[in-house]
T-cell receptor, first 114, second 118 residues
Framework: SQKIEQNSEALNIQEGKTATLTCNYT??????LQWYRQDPGRGPVFLLL?????KEKRKERLKVTFDTTLKQSLFHITASQPADSATYLC?????????????FGAGTRLAVHP | NAGVTQTPKFQVLKTGQSMTLQCAQD?????MSWYRQDPGMGLRLIHY???????DQGEVPNGYNVSRSTTEDFPLRLLSAAPSQTSVYFC?????????????????FGPGTRLTVL
């Protein structure tokens, strides 16, 4: 069966440390993989997109890796801050090209403590 | 730009009632979608559209209709509400610039509509 899995338990880390979130999938061949941030009561906010032929992408304190052999993406937040506390969603884009056909994981809640 | 707007923010329906969730975007995006989000589950795609007059089904389309008569608007209709349709509904829009090195395919989500069906 097709699955996309993120750590269901909340991730608690100390301010200044690096947070690493995992997204694993089975029986999909995504063209792209995307990461979103969602705050309580709000819609998801796009953070990063990585294509199947890219190994790593960075944006400011964020880094995403994409291993299509392991079928896994890792999302890193370096020098984490309490303001980074939120739920982070990964999404598989099966078609690419902005067609909006995304398959979402359930999300991992990150709590950064001062 | 207002981005993606959704109305209403909250709605309570009785089983069997019908209603339309409104979604509009002012970014001239070609692609629009509707998702629902339930506790402990990821967002699931209901319907999507790649342009005016073109719609297609997503993962969970049953009980919902859509139409896309303009680029800006993409309403979602519940034909006969059921308790299983209690959820938070998100509309999203996107475009693909196709430029090398650009972050294309960014999706913009609306603030959501929280629907309860009694």
């Amino acid at each position: 069966s097709q699955k996309i899995e993120q750590n269901s338990e909340a991730l608690n880390i100390q301010e200044g440390k690096t947070a690493t979130l995992t997204c694993n999938y089975t029986n999909y061949s995504p063209a792209y993989l995307q990461w979103y941030r969602q705050d309580p009561g709000r819609g998801p906010v796009f953070l990063l997109l990585i294509r199947e032929n890219e190994k790593e992408k960075r944006k400011e304190r964020l880094k995403v890796t994409f291993d299509t052999t392991l079928k896994q993406s890792l999302f890193h937040i370096t020098a984490s801050q309490p303001a980074d506390s939120a739920t982070y969603l990964c999404a598989l884009d099966l078609l690419g090209g902005g067609y909006n056909k995304l398959i979402f994981g359930a999300g991992t809640r990150l709590a950064v403590h001062p | 730009n207002a981005g993606v707007t959704q109305t209403p923010k909250f709605q309570v329906l009785k089983t069997g009632q019908s209603m339309t969730l409104q979604c509009a975007q002012d970014m001239n995006h070609e692609y629009m979608s509707w998702y629902r989000q339930d506790p402990g589950m990821g967002l699931r795609l209901i319907h999507y559209s790649v342009g005016a007059g073109i719609t297609d089904q997503g993962e969970v389309p049953n009980g919902y209709n859509v139409s896309r008569s303009t680029t800006e608007d993409f309403p979602l209709r519940l034909l006969s509400a059921a308790p299983s349709q209690t959820s938070v509904y998100f509309c999203a829009s996107s475009y693909s610039s196709g430029l090398a090195g650009e972050s294309t395919d960014t999706q913009y989500f609306g603030p959501g509509t929280r629907l309860t069906v009694l």
